[in-house]
């Protein structure tokens, strides 16, 4: 049961246009957002995060934006650059209980490649 | 600060032996876990610890054991290797249940189970 589904498995931009990253979740418990990119060799690097109380959050290029009656968010690149070119991962965390336990679920990963 | 560390790199397992994944962290994080990272499957969590002496399972916590005995070190443990464990395992900290709650991943263990 993947509780967070990323359907794309790649998109290709052009350097200085706009990326756009797509992501759908199912479970209503979850709490916090979190784009996270990832190099080959080399483990996942958090980007930017969104609590599910907020719709937007923006970090110089990058913003996440949370539709929560439809259950989606999206992380927009802006303007893309060569460097950007990586699997970006869309992660959910479900809100803890009484004693801080929670679980963290991934989507499958989008990877990105801007062109030059 | 060397962040997150993790031990061996590349792993080749027969079928059967048992291992222990090494992870150390430190940053002072309280809470550390384990992912597999398998083709089109994106990263699941195994085990995480919300701190020293606290465990618990995540997704897909068949075959493996975890102890948190201090702070820093979050050992995984293979009890008895099979091919479906072929992966690579990611170890990971952070503050907590902080309002940003960012995690910082290691670089990697990349296991192959014959």
């Known amino acids: 049961d993947q509780q967070v589904k990323q359907n794309s498995p790649s998109l290709s931009v052009q350097e200085g246009r706009i990326s756009i990253l797509n992501c759908d979740y199912t479970?209503?418990?979850?709490?916090?957002f979190l784009w996270y990119k990832k190099y080959p060799a080399e483990g996942p690097t958090f980007l930017i995060s969104i609590s599910s109380i907020k719709d937007k959050n923006e970090d110089g290029r990058f913003t996440v934006f949370l539709n929560k009656s439809a259950k989606h968010l999206s992380l927009h690149i802006v303007p893309s650059q060569p460097g950007d070119s990586a699997v970006y991962f869309c992660?959910?965390?479900?809100?803890?209980?009484?004693?801080?336990?929670?679980?963290?679920?991934f989507g499958a990963g989008t990877r990105l490649t801007v062109k030059p | 600060n060397a962040g997150v560390t993790q031990t061996p790199k590349f792993q080749v397992l027969k079928t059967g032996q048992s291992m222990t994944l090494q992870c150390a962290q430190d940053?002072?994080?309280?809470?550390m876990s384990w992912y597999r990272q398998d083709p089109g499957m994106g990263l699941r969590l195994i085990h995480y610890s919300v701190g020293a002496g606290i465990t618990d399972q995540g997704e897909v916590p068949n075959g493996y054991n975890v102890s948190r005995s201090t702070t820093e070190d979050f050992p995984l443990r293979l009890l008895s290797a099979a091919p479906s464990q072929t992966s690579v395992y990611f170890c990971a900290s952070s503050f907590g249940t902080g309002a940003h709650y960012e995690q910082y991943f290691g670089p990697g263990t990349r296991l192959t189970v014959t």
């Open positions: 992660a959910a965390r479900v809100r803890p209980d009484q004693n801080g336990n929670h679980d963290m679920r």
């Open positions: 940053m002072n994080h309280e809470y």
């Open positions: 479970n209503s418990m979850f709490d916090y």
